[in-house]
Nanobody, 120 residues
Framework: QVQLVESGGGSVQAGGSLRLSCGPS????MGWFRQAPGKEREWVTS???????IYAGSVKGRFTISQDNAKNSLYLQMTSLKPEDTAMYYC??????????????????WGQGTQVTVSS
């Protein structure tokens, strides 16, 4: 059941940037996942109020997650993109357990996904 809406995906060359948006950002834990063809869904980053955001090692230093509570929106700023970042990106929401476990099954609310393609 799709309850979140993402936007902002697209095609860029390696080294480029994209910003993904998602809303409504109203759950205790909000995160981004990605899934490349033939691979399992992979946690990318998550954030919850009062805590520092955390990132997968593969994106740390290049991706930034943020929230705008006034706009009820979640963002993922992606810089220095690499071909291996190519995937469908999903916004997800859940309770505090989700930000502890980082398991997709603990995120109960999902978007439909937005495609990010990075060419070399």
């Amino acid at each position: 059941q799709v309850q979140l809406v993402e936007s902002g995906g697209g095609s860029v060359q390696a080294g480029g940037s994209l910003r993904l948006s998602c809303g409504p950002s109203r759950y205790t834990c909000m995160g981004w996942f990605r899934q490349a063809p033939g691979k399992e869904r992979e946690w990318v980053t998550s954030i919850q109020e009062g805590e520092q955001p955390i990132y997968a090692g593969s994106v740390k230093g290049r991706f930034t997650i943020s929230q705008d509570n006034a706009k009820n929106s979640l963002y993922l700023q992606m810089t220095s993109l690499k071909p291996e970042d190519t995937a469908m990106y999903y916004c997800a929401g859940g309770g505090s357990v989700a930000c502890f476990s980082l398991r997709p099954t603990d995120f109960h609310y999902w978007g439909q996904g937005t495609q990010v393609t990075v060419s070399s």
